[in-house]
T-cell receptor, first 114, second 117 residues
Framework: AQSVSQHNHHVILSEAASLELGCNYS??????LFWYVQYPGQHLQLLLK??????LVKGIKGFEAEFIKSKFSFNLRKPSVQWSDTAEYFC????????????FGKGTTLSVSS | DTEVTQTPKHLVMGMTNKKSLKCEQH?????MYWYKQKAKKPPELMFV???????INESVPSRFSPECPNSSLLNLHLHALQPEDSALYLC????????????????FGAGTRLSVL
């Protein structure tokens, strides 16, 4: 079945460590890609998005993501995490093959220790 | 900050109660969504309204009944819920629905945390 996969279920880092969260999708054709973040007890916030153009997109709070079409991947990165980055991170895809519904990955819990 | 407002923030109800969740947006969006989210899980789509008409119902039990009185408001009426329906209920809106691009970016409300006793 077509899907969105986030390989890391729970990532634990110390402050100032670098972060990379993996996201792979299995839809062909045109896709729109998103990363959402959900801080403890808060709502889903859009971190960044990719529609077309430069495959390296920058989002809020120092996050960036790279779209690699050949690998069907959209990995999230941050050079130096902070304690306040502790949250749940969801990758999501809009694709014509999915009927354009927003398909979420299962999420990655990021815990950052100070 | 989110411009999708959900009320109430928390709701506790018994299995025989009838209650409603409300969602409001003033961004001029014409598509509105209800999602259900369990702890540490991704949101699951329940319903989609496009131009005030129900366009998607993801086989949700009839004890959940959506209503879209106008383009800014979305309600979810609850009746005879089960304890397993306890979850965070999220509302989202987008400028449009059914295509790709910026018009389909979904913006989420803070959610209503529902507990069914």
């Amino acid at each position: 079945a077509q899907s969105v996969s986030q390989h890391n279920h729970h990532v634990i880092l110390s402050e100032a460590a670098s972060l990379e969260l993996g996201c792979n999708y299995s839809y062909g054709g045109t896709v729109n890609l998103f990363w959402y973040v959900q801080y403890p007890g808060q709502h889903l916030q859009l971190l960044l998005k990719y529609f077309s153009g430069d495959p390296l997109v920058k989002g809020i709070k120092g996050f960036e993501a790279e779209f690699i079409k050949s690998k069907f991947s959209f990995n999230l990165r941050k050079p130096s995490v902070q304690w306040s980055d502790t949250a749940e991170y969801f990758c999501a895809v809009n694709a014509f093959q999915a009927g354009t519904a927003l398909i979420f990955g299962k999420g990655t819990t990021l815990s950052v220790s100070s | 900050d989110t411009e999708v407002t959900q009320t109430p923030k928390h709701l506790v109800m018994g299995m025989t109660n009838k209650k409603s969740l409300k969602c409001e947006q003033h961004m001029g969006h014409r598509a509105m969504y209800w999602y259900k989210q369990k702890a540490k899980k991704p949101p699951e789509l329940m319903f989609v309204y496009s131009y005030e008409k129900l366009s998607i119902n993801e086989s949700v039990p009839s004890r959940f009944s959506p209503e879209c009185p106008n383009s800014s408001l979305l309600n979810l009426h609850l009746h005879a819920l089960q304890p397993e329906d306890s979850a965070l209920y999220l509302c989202a809106s987008s400028q449009d629905q059914g295509g790709l691009g910026a018009k389909n970016i979904q913006y989420f409300g803070a959610g209503t945390r529902l507990s069914v006793l």
